[in-house]
């Protein structure tokens, strides 16, 4: 199955993403207000400074007098560095200040209201503040407007103080969030994480619902696996059923056609008609092998997903299946000969019983008659080793391990009923427990030597 990537990790960069935005949007939002923040708090500052020299106006003889305060200066220079400018005019003539300062664009403003404006003078951006007061000089009221002016430099250091510490900010937000997302994500795909374990845990046979608690959004999931358990288990039970039916079904008919043609053969004098006879005999033959040895890797393919794991005697094994084949080898007057000691393994008897049975009758069906077959049983460090040795042609040309495949034979075994699995039985069952099938000749002479090796318990 292709994967499509981890949903801890997609739920991880989403939630570090919406982190990382909200870092962004918090630094934006704390530079501006920083920046409005020092900006107010000039535009105070110059409006205090401009009222102060305002405040300062009179008017005597006719003319309009004024005394700049040094406090209105002083307010300017107490925040930041940054350079001061002013200009006092009343009516159109210029009472003090820098000739040059621009004034405001919005012209001047009604008597006792401040207004500001942002320009630029002498190569610096500089924020102004502009008061018109209404000075009795004679006869009639003279409009003085005071306007003074301070250089930006102080605010643009202020706000960057403050950008730069919210980003710093920002950051180790982004940075928690970051791990805050990963456990979140963690602990929200717990539950999935503790289905699946449950799910490993069990056998292949275990097949019971899952009875967890889980979140809402896991629930349909919880109910679609246990379903898909259930109909797993009908299937299960049908096809043992449909083995088990096949296997009566195939070699009762198969049987009965054997003894029939076994009853004509004996009745009929006609050599082509007999020869035809043993013909058929021998295909009835080898479709029951091939029919029996395909339920029986059916049967070992079904138990291997439910390994038992009983403590076997493996010499007590080998006993009683060399004496359920004694009656086989003794048509063929074949002596079984039994080298046994002690080897305890865990494992399922009846599947080690179908493998060394399967050994067993290759070395009696490929052995001459009149010969022996031997079974050895020993132990070798943590290892149990049954070791049969025949007689026989041996295991023909051609790499020993490709008779474990299905239906693979040897090139010596032409006009020798079989079915070719046998020996993917046998290794099947000792991959099965743990184990190894290990093919060779014997040391002296023809014949072959096959050894199933299993782990001791």
Request: charged fraction near 25%.
């Amino acid at each position: 199955m292709t994967g499509t990537g981890s949903i801890g990790r997609r739920l991880t960069f989403l939630l570090a993403g919406v982190a990382a935005l909200l870092s962004v949007l918090s630094w934006g939002m704390v530079t501006g207000l920083a920046l409005e923040a020092a900006e107010r708090t000039q535009d105070n500052v110059l409006a205090a400074s401009a009222t102060t020299i305002a405040e300062t106006l009179r008017s005597e003889q006719g003319q309009v007098q004024l005394e700049l305060p040094y406090s209105a200066f002083a307010m300017l220079g107490a925040i930041s560095e940054d350079r001061v400018f002013y200009l006092v005019t009343a009516g159109e003539e210029m009472l003090t200040g820098y000739p040059d300062l621009p004034v405001p664009q919005l012209g001047p403003p009604s008597p006792g209201r401040v207004v500001f404006d942002t320009g630029n003078y002498r190569g610096a951006e500089i924020r102004m503040a502009m008061l018109t007061r209404l000075v009795l000089a004679g006869a009639q009221p003279v409009p003085v407007t005071v306007t003074v002016a301070q250089t930006r430099n102080g605010v643009d250091a202020i706000t960057g103080e403050l950008s730069q510490l919210a980003a710093t900010l920002a950051v180790a937000f982004f940075l928690v969030a970051v791990a805050l997302s990963f456990f979140a994500a963690r602990t929200s795909l717990r539950p999935l994480n503790e289905i699946a374990r449950a799910v490993s845990r069990r056998g292949p046979s275990d097949l019971r619902p899952l009875r967890r608690d889980a979140p809402a959004e896991l629930a349909p999931l919880l109910a679609a696996l246990n379903r898909l358990m259930a109909r797993l288990g009908q299937s299960i039970q049908r096809s043992e059923d449909f083995i088990a039916e096949a296997a009566h079904r195939v070699r009762t008919p198969l049987a009965t056609v054997r003894v029939q043609a076994e009853i004509a053969l004996r009745s009929i004098e006609d050599e082509a008609q007999r020869r035809r006879l043993r013909q058929m005999i021998r295909a009835v033959d080898e479709s029951s092998r091939s029919a029996e040895q395909i339920l029986d890797h059916a049967t070992v393919a079904y138990r291997t997903d439910d390994l038992a794991r009983d403590r076997i005697d493996l010499a007590e094994l080998a006993r009683q299946t060399a004496k359920a084949l004694e009656p086989t080898a003794a048509m063929k007057d074949i002596e079984l000969r039994l080298e046994t000691e002690p080897a305890e393994v865990a494992g399922d008897a009846v599947l080690l019983d179908s493998a060394l049975r399967n050994v067993l009758d290759n070395a009696i069906k490929y052995s001459p008659e009149d010969t022996t077959v031997r079974l050895t049983v020993s132990t070798d460090g943590g290892e149990a080793r049954m070791a049969v040795s025949d007689q026989g042609p041996g295991l023909g040309e051609g790499p020993a391990e490709a008779l474990t495949e299905r239906f693979r034979r040897g090139s010596n075994t032409e006009g020798i009923v079989g079915s070719g699995l046998g020996l993917t039985i046998v290794d099947d069952v000792l991959r099965a427990h743990g184990g190894r099938l290990e093919l060779g000749r014997v040391k002296k002479g023809e014949g072959a030597c096959v050894t199933l090796v299993l782990p001791l318990a």
